[in-house]
Structures are given as structure tokens and as C-alpha cells.
């Protein structure tokens, strides 16, 4: 069975300044997906970012990149000139290729300060 | 519709009633999915739709709760004998179908509150 763990419950990051977000996993699949969702207030969960296990160059959208080690299995997120309105709960979660059951991390309160 | 509605956005029902919550997907998404979310955790899947089909309710926690769908539109979440437990974010999303589910898009969820 896969699991994804988020280690660091709660995290601050100052306004403009750069935060990283850990996330392992544990997986005996040789082909999956890995992604970042966003849940504002709102609930709604927002794709941040994805990555494709055999791609081994990291995947980048504006301001947000990822470190995907994939022997490690581990792949954090990188967010640059951190925003306002970036606060949010941000979780880790992995997709087997061809399927559609998302395995969540726990996930982590991100607070951007001004 | 333009994106995945739910209602209603807040529940609190009494220990013990049935409650049940709905979820409009995105017009032409074969696939519906339910999730879970407790306090402080992450998302648990409950249930697959395929059209009105349910090929995987492995997720669903107990024979209180049930889903249906009516063809490949409105789906219907229902607790019965609810419990304190089953307070929760309850989250839908759809996606084009099944095998694409990178393409997820997902509901504002209803959060149900037993007391």
C-alpha cells in the first residue's frame, strides 16, 4: 500500500521570502504521479503542481517548484516571493498511472506573514 | 456547469438523523469521486462512479453510507444513524473519466457537523 507523509504540520514564511514544504512517500509502483494541492478557506482543493515519476526533470509552475528525488521518495515544494495569498493548507499526494485514487498526506498550514 | 457544485456548504444535524449531501459534477464528466476529510487529516477516497455505475466503493467506512448517481450527472451521499465521528469535510470531485483521474476538479466540499 502507498502512503504519503507531510512532516511539518504548520509553517510561516515572511512576505516576498522563499518557503519549502517536505513531503516522502512510500510506494512499490514504478509508474505514478506525484502533485501539490492548495486548500484555501474556501475548501476547494487547487492543483499547484504535478509531476510525472518518470520524468526526472522537475516540474516548475511560476513560483512553484518541486525537488523530486525519486530514490529518496521524496519531493518537496518550493514556493518563491512567497504572497499573501498563498496562505493556505497545502497537501502532498500520489496517483498510481491509469488510475484515479489520490493517496493524501496529512498536509500542511502554511501561513504567509506581511 | 462551470465547476463542481455541492450543497449544502455547512450541515449540522443531531446524533442519529440521516443526512444526505449532494454533488453536481462538470457537464460531460463521466467520473465522480467522494472524499473525506476529518479534522486535521488528509482526503480518504469513498467511492468511484463510472456513469451511474459505483466499481469501487472500497473507501466507504460503513454500511451507513451509500452514494448514488443519476446517469452521469447529480450524485447523492447519504449517512444514516449519523455519528459524532462522521463529522467531516466531505468533498466531490469529477473528472473526464476514470482513467484520466490527473484531471480531477474538485468541489468546495459540505462540512458536516454531528452534534
Avoid at chain 2, 462538470?26 to 459505483?54: K, M, P
Wanted: glycine content about 8%; some cysteine; proline content about 3%.
Amino acid at each position: 500500500a502507498q502512503t504519503v507523509t507531510q512532516s511539518q504540520p504548520e509553517m510561516s514564511v515572511q512576505e516576498a521570502e522563499t518557503v519549502t514544504l517536505s513531503c516522502t512517500y512510500d510506494t512499490s509502483e514504478n509508474n505514478y504521479y506525484l502533485f501539490w494541492y492548495k486548500q484555501p478557506p474556501s475548501r476547494q482543493m487547487i492543483l499547484v503542481i504535478r509531476q510525472e515519476a518518470y520524468k526526472q526533470q522537475n516540474a516548475t509552475e511560476n513560483r512553484f517548484s518541486v525537488n523530486f528525488q525519486k530514490a529518496a521518495k521524496s519531493f518537496s515544494l518550493k514556493i518563491s516571493d512567497s504572497q499573501l495569498g498563498d496562505t493556505a493548507m497545502y497537501f502532498c499526494a500520489f496517483m498510481k498511472t491509469g488510475t484515479y485514487k489520490y493517496i493524501f498526506g496529512t498536509g500542511t498550514r502554511l501561513k504567509v506573514l506581511a | 456547469g462551470a465547476g463542481v457544485s455541492q450543497s449544502p456548504s455547512n450541515k449540522v444535524t443531531e446524533k442519529g438523523k440521516d443526512v444526505e449531501l449532494r454533488c453536481d459534477p462538470i457537464s460531460g464528466h463521466t467520473a465522480l469521486y467522494w472524499y473525506r476529510q476529518r479534522l486535521g487529516q488528509g482526503l480518504e477516497f469513498l467511492i468511484y462512479f463510472q456513469g451511474n455505475s459505483a466499481p469501487d466503493k472500497s473507501g466507504l467506512p460503513s454500511d451507513r453510507f451509500s452514494a448514488e448517481r443519476t446517469g452521469e450527472s447529480v450524485s447523492t451521499l447519504t449517512i444514516q444513524r449519523t455519528q459524532q465521528e462522521d463529522s467531516a469535510v466531505y468533498l466531490c470531485a469529477s473528472s473526464p473519466n476514470g482513467l484520466q483521474g490527473l484531471y480531477y476538479t474538485f468541489g468546495s466540499g459540505t462540512r458536516l457537523t454531528v452534534v
